[in-house]
């Protein structure tokens, strides 16, 4: 086997800036279920004996601790109000009560609805977040205002704004997004030149096609979303862009606007062919996942993951550019063997 020269950000980096790196760094995204569930399963007493058994180059995140006004129990800061959700072999927190969803314009929710402020946060946190981590990529700040519009509006009503109510929209999430900008630039101040990673997020795709029209996509997000990223690269960070599904028609676009790293690449949906995206876009960004959640990881065999991970390396990491994990949280459904194959044999197979 041969000996590992750089540290899991190091790693990281040179998969970002398209150098070879000594192997393929491996990313860890679980339930929480799964990670106590694989802990038992290895014999491991904690997450870094695990992450040691496993050889993986988690991301270390940091945020401010809340200090503002007092929450009630299941809701959060934006007053949607959670159900825990029990889903069988895992719980899942779903939103049942949005908060904006009985207001018609503008002018009513500046009348009755109060914004969260980053003043409710405490930076100071933050440093000590990173204290003997040094080795590992550091992530914070981001955005991903949409996905919080439609608690907020409930989910359903979030999608006809786009045509019915588009001041709203422009309005909401310019609150959303200032506070995400905000919140980001003094995790940055707070911490100078540690941040690699800001996470610059929408779910723009379903399983087939695009779940917004690219118009209400440019209009919208794309502009907001590239003021986060522009942040984010003044600050020396890299975009690591998530987005679920089949986003292969808006693709260029995000890649104009400036990410850095593309998840989860969910290669089964239409149109998100692996050898097609690393042709056209492998030498402007890098891609991270790329590991089936929907049919290898659950349930598949023992052999299909080992495949699998081969054909991701061969495909996404030739001549580097590739970080291996699965495309979501792995889930509960998942067997235990399957996990400890797809890091074994990314491990094994894939050097430079």
Not at 11 to 16: E, F, G, Y
Not at 180 to 185: D, G, I, K, R, W
Not at 226 to 241: E, I, P, T
Not at 316 to 321: K, W
């Amino acid at each position: 086997m041969p000996k590992e020269t750089l540290t899991p950000k190091e790693r990281w980096l040179a998969v970002i800036t398209h150098q070879k790196p000594d192997r393929v760094p491996l990313d860890y995204w679980a339930t929480p279920e799964v990670t106590q569930n694989l802990m038992k399963f290895l014999n491991c007493s904690s997450f870094a004996e695990l992450a040691q058994r496993l050889h993986l180059d988690y991301v270390v995140g940091v945020s401010p601790a809340y200090i503002g006004p007092p929450i009630p129990p299941d809701e959060d800061m934006y007053g949607c109000k959670y159900k825990q959700v029990n889903y069988g072999t895992g719980v899942y927190s779903e939103c049942v009560y949005h908060p904006l969803a009985k207001y018609n314009s503008v002018e009513e929710i500046e009348k009755n609805y109060i914004w969260p402020s980053v003043d409710w946060f405490d930076y100071s946190v933050i440093p000590k977040q990173i204290e003997g981590k040094e080795e590992y990529p550091i992530s914070g700040g981001g955005s991903e205002p949409f996905l919080i519009y439609k608690n907020l509006r409930g989910q359903e009503q979030a999608f006809m704004d786009l045509i019915l109510n588009p001041e709203i929209v422009h309005y909401c999430l310019d609150k959303l997004f200032d506070f995400c900008y905000q919140n980001t630039l003094r995790i940055y101040e707070t911490i100078p030149g540690k941040v690699m990673l800001t996470y610059v997020a929408e779910d723009l795709g379903g399983q087939e096609d695009l779940m917004y029209s690219p118009e209400h996509i440019r209009t919208y997000l794309l502009p907001r979303m590239k003021r986060m990223m522009d942040l984010a690269h003044q600050a020396g960070a890299f975009v690591f862009h998530h987005s679920d599904g089949a986003i292969r028609k808006i693709l260029p676009d995000m890649v104009a606007a400036g990410i850095d790293i593309l998840n989860p690449i969910q290669w089964r949906c239409k149109g998100m062919d692996r050898r097609e995206l690393k042709r056209e876009f492998g030498d402007k960004i890098a891609f991270h996942g790329a590991m089936d959640n929907q049919q290898t990881l659950p349930f598949g065999s023992v052999e299909d993951v080992r495949r699998e991970v081969r054909e991701n390396i061969d495909i996404l990491g030739e001549g580097g550019g590739y970080i291996l994990a699965p495309c979501h949280n792995l889930q509960p459904i998942t067997p235990m063997e399957n996990i400890v194959a797809m890091y074994e044999e990314a491990y094994n197979y894939g050097w430079y």
